[in-house]
Structure formats: structure tokens, C-alpha cells
């Protein structure tokens, strides 16, 4: 197989692990969060961090609710967000969210919750990859996106090229860590550490494509009962990144949960990028040169 | 706009009384808000060390533009301005992979970087042209030194010189090849802004050194016209893109980023006139050659730390993605 430069930067790609030459390779596998179902109960990022041997960061409370993870990072790889919203109330489907008690409930108001397990994407189009210098960070036969520790020299790249804001560097050890979608169990055949956690399966773990479908049948299934705000985030292979190896069902807009609503791949722009600096270093020498022109005053 | 807020409820928080809040209720659908994870930011800021990178981001400029500018003075006779040039280079050079090794998280893997070539990588393309020319400028500042082999130095400069230009605006595809917004969006004018600061590094440079050493002021024309025009088109392009870059062109106008660039302004122009109506005078033209590489400097500041706050500023990230999407559908250019 195969590519032209612009589907190895961008736009849908229908096999990642191809493009990263791999002539044999097992089927495309990601997770499906679905976070109508999750409780908020913080098992993934348990076992997470059991599995990956991920040291500790910081007991510290946000004080802004019940995260006090904060956000994914260089030793969080796992993150449930926790939001709070006060809504009009309406006859609301039960999804098996947990209730609060109703004395903190106006008459024409309701509070709800809404948690989502967030995760690193495994994108399609990974700017994390795309930019890092030594090979550290490579594409799996699984389709997804791991760090090799052994080579990662700390040059931190990848951390604001991630348009999700996922890969950091972890202080005291200077190399860049993430999510490696628990590569050592899925070579094994076994599933990730948080979707065997999961006690609600808001975390599935299988085929890219069976979950993609999966997904769509459950959006429908909630559209039909009525909860009209559930859609699905980084299903889709024509997005900004190609899609993500990691998708979402959101019941509000992403940057409710702190996820960007477009987000793309940095590198979509590099031929422009190099084009426009190779031809402003020829102007740079034609600028010194015209300077030398007239000779001495 | 807050977490607490929901998105049928565009009035935002709302203290008034339940009934009245319902009298209230607009009847055409407002702008849409800015909405966030508890102002969270959505990206992670860059990790890269001040002043390690700010100072690489100058001193690779600066000896970009210097190694071409020695080869041109040697050409036509300005010795004096060769070897200033030379030694810049040189010095430009050297500093910058020093920065970059201390600026890794594991300094003493940094030769993992030369395991690969890869183009998706600015930083890798970067060490390619940065490894040789700091070897061929170091080659050539050492030659033009000590007079051991001359012929070698010369082509070692000439080398230096053919990689110059890369030199000057690999950097700017360096940063806004990001997640970053007030980078990335502005990767049209950055490579300008970059070259720009480069050559009136250069000229600036060349202004001082030749008044340090004493040389004939007839010998730095061509270094007051480049740090003139350098300056002239490194604060046209940069107005431009702050101008360009609507919203997100504020984070180069606040904060420290804000402070750094207005001092750079008024280095920069400083520096311009001084080059061109003082040049003759040798005080007048190494002081405007000091201002004129303090401006190149500080412009690199202000741009590193204008990343740095768009990065921990999620309506950056939130709203023009936010637009994009209601403007065309996800994922349209
Ligand atoms: S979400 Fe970020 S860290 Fe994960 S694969 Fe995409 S770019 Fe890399």
C-alpha cells in the first residue's frame, strides 16, 4: 500500500498501521467511552496507574468539584471529568446517573452531572508522533500511538503539538509519558486496565471499526429516549486529527469537558509551513546580499 | 461562561428570582458563549525552558544570518566585517547547541536525535541543519582565527553560508508546527518575523563588533543597512500578525509577552535610525548594533511567552474551534 504525503498528514486514513509499514498487522483497536454510563467512580484511573506502575503526582483537592485529578498529564492517563450543571428541569430519561438530594434543587431547576473518563485519543493523525525527533514516540501494530522510554530524550515537543493537551513530560525524570492504550496486555490479547475495571463498561475496548458502530447505534438509542444532547466526539475518520482511536459519547458540547470541539492535527499545515520558511531563507540571503550591492560609500 | 451554566440557559448565571428569570428569557438565540472545564486549559503550555529556548531562538537566527553575511564581506573585501561575522556565527552557533542539549529532559541522550531524519519533525530537520553548521562556522571562525588552513576555512564558511538562510527560519516552523494557537495560526508571518530579527541580529552584530575592534567605519555599510531593514521588516511583519491573528493576537500584546515586544519596539527602532543616520560615528553605530540585538532578543522573548499564555488560555483553544465548527462542520479547514 501505498500514501500520498497529504493522506500521511491528514484527512481520513483508513489504516494507520499500514502507513507506519507494517505489511501484516491486527485490526485497528480503541476505546468507546460512553459516558452517559459512567459514575464517576474513578476505577480506571485506579487501575491505570496499578498496571502502569504510573508513580503518584500530587494528593491535592481542586476545590472545584469532585475531580481532584484535574486533568490528564505525564502521569495521569486516565482522568474523569466531574461537571456540575444547573439545567431546566425537565422529565429527564433515566440514564442510571446518580441523584443528589433535592433540597438542593430549585422549583424550575434541576442539577446534573455529567463524567467522562477522558483518555489519550490515539489519533489517527498524531501530532505527537508526527513531531517527535527521535523516534521515541511510534505507531503500534494496534493502530495506536506508544512512547519508548528507552529513547525519549526529554526534548518535549510533543507536548503542545497534542491538540488535546495529553503527553507531558514527567517532572524529576525529564521523559514525556502517556497512555500506551496498556500495549503490553493487548499484545497479550488481554484488555486495557480501565475497560476491565470499568464496573459500568463506560469504557469499551475492541475493534475500531465494531465500536464505531456500536457508538452509532447507542446515540441512537439515546436520541430515541429523548436525550436529545448526546452525540458522539472523535468518531469521525474526517475530522481534524482522522479520527481518534479513542471516541466519545458526550451528553454536551467537548470543551464542557475540557476537550477542544475542532481540534487538528498541526502538521496538516507543515508543506505550507516549509514552503513559506524556504522561501523567506532565500529572501533572508537575497536581503544580505542586496545589502553588499553599490559598493563601498 | 462556567461549568455550572448549561447550554439551555444562555442567560449565564443568573441571581434574579425563578419567575422572573422566566419573564426574562430571550426569544432570539444570543451569540454563543465561551464555555470551558472550569476555565481549565485545554492544551498543556510548551515545556521548553527560559531562557534556553527564547536565546536559541535568537542565537541560531543571528548566526544564520551572520555566516552568510561573512562570506559577502570576505567577498568584497571587508576583512574586518568577515571576521566579526564569522565569529558570530560561530559563537551564535555553538550557544544554540549548548541551549538545546540543556533544554532536554535527559541531556545525555541528545544523540538519539541523529538516530533519524525525519520531515514531520521541525525539530529533527533543525538538528540536521544545525549540527552541520555549527560545525562548518566553528571550522571557519577557528581558520579565520588562528590562519591554519585558509582554503579549508573558506569552504567551511561557504558551507556555513549555504545553510544560513535555513538557519533563520527553520525555527519559526519549529514553533508554530504546535497545538499552540497564537503560533500556529500565525505560521504565514512567523518565518518572516524570524528572518527578519535574524538579519537585524546580523547587522547589529556587525555594527558592534567593527566598532569594538576599531576598524574603519567605511567597512560597515552593509551591516547598518541590514540591521535597518531587518528591524523595519521584523516590526512591519510582527504588527501584521498580531493584526492578522484577531483575538489571539492579544497574547502578544499582554503580560510579560506584551512587555517584552514593546521593548523590543523601541529597541528595534532605536537601533534602525541609529544605524543608518550614525553609522559613521563609531560610538553611534556599536550602540545602535547593541540595540539592535537587544530588539531581535526580545522579540524572541515576547513571542515565546505569547505561546506560553495562549497555551494555559483555553478561549484561545475553545472559541475559533467553536466558530469553525458552526461555521462549515468539524475538521474543515
Ligand atoms: S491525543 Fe495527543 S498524545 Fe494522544 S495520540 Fe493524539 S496527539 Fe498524541
Redesign the pocket.
Known sequence: MSFTLDQRLAGPLADPAAEAGYDEHPPRMGFFTDTSVCIGCKACEVACKEWNLVPEDGLDLTGMSYDNTGELGASTWRHVAFVEQTTPRRDAVDLGMPSVPQGAVEDDREVRWLMSSDV????TH????DVCPTGS?FRTEFGT?VVQEDICNGCGY?VP????G??DIRPGDGRAW??TLCYDRTSAGQEPACAKACPTDSIQYGELDELRERAAQRVDALHEAGTSQARLYGHDPADG?GG?GAFFLLLDDPEVYGLPPDPVVTTRDLPAMWTRAAAVAAGVVATVAAAFLGGRP | MTHQDHIDTPAGRDVRAPRERAAAQPETVPPAEFRSYYGRPVLKQPVWKVPDVPVYLFSGGMAGASAVLAELAAATGRPALARVARLGAAGGALAGVGLLIHDLGRPARFLNMLRMVKFTSPLSVGTWILSPFSALTTAAAASEITGVAPVLGRAAGLGAAALGGPMTTYTAVLITDTAVPAWHEAYREMPVVFGASAVSAAGGLGLLGLGVLGADVAENAPAARLGAAGAAVELAAGTAMERRLGDIGEKYRTGPAGRWLRAARVLSATGAVGAIAGRRHRGVAAASGVALLAGSLATRFGIFFAGRASAADPRDTVVPQRARVSRSGPGSP
Open positions: 489519550c485519543k490515539h489519533c498524531a501530532a505527537c508522533l514516540l500511538v510533543c503539538a497534542c491538540p488535546y495529553v503527553i502517556k497512555c486529527v481518534d
